[in-house]
């Protein structure tokens, strides 16, 4: 017998988010940034990782291999914003899939992110999402 297990409608619902926002065109795809030189595309893709975006800016650096100031005009010519400001994109990006998807707690979650501090986890979240993290979280398990 071959059991077929359907997803319920909040998987469903996570999946197309996911979906969407991979698909999103607000922000380029690095495929995109054809005069963008290989070296920042290949950090863009490390920053997206916890390991790197934990550091904050520094690490986009790091992964760089290029002084801040030097990283910091190229995210601006190329990308129209400043490493702070991906940064902050790559983790609540994060933040919002770990809510979703996982049971870990707001604070394990904000200490993955980088952040030192509940506070400033909820504050950049709220500016995000528009809503708490644990109002998010129950927002999307329909509650």
């Known amino acids: 017998d071959f059991a077929c297990r359907t997803p319920d409608k909040l998987q469903m619902e996570g999946f197309l988010l996911d979906l969407a926002r991979l698909l999103e065109t607000s922000q380029p795809a690095l495929g995109d940034l054809i ?8 950090a863009l893709l490390m920053a997206q990782s916890p390991g790197v975006f934990f550091q904050g800016p520094s690490g986009l650096y790091r992964a760089a291999g290029r ?15 400043t490493p702070t400001k991906l940064i902050e994109r790559y983790r609540m990006t994060h933040a919002e899939r770990e809510l ?5 707690s707001v604070t394990e979650i904000a200490l993955s992110c980088g952040y030192s501090t509940t506070a ?3 504050r950049a979240f709220k500016r995000y999402y528009t809503r708490t993290p644990l109002r998010y979280r129950s927002w999307m398990r329909g509650g």
């Open 67 to 81: 002084c801040p100031e030097h990283v910091a005009r190229l995210c601006r010519r190329y990308l129209q914003t």
């Open 35 to 42: 005069d963008c030189p290989e070296w920042l595309q290949s």
């Open 100 to 104: 979703r998807l996982t049971q870990r």
């Open 120 to 122: 400033q986890f909820h």
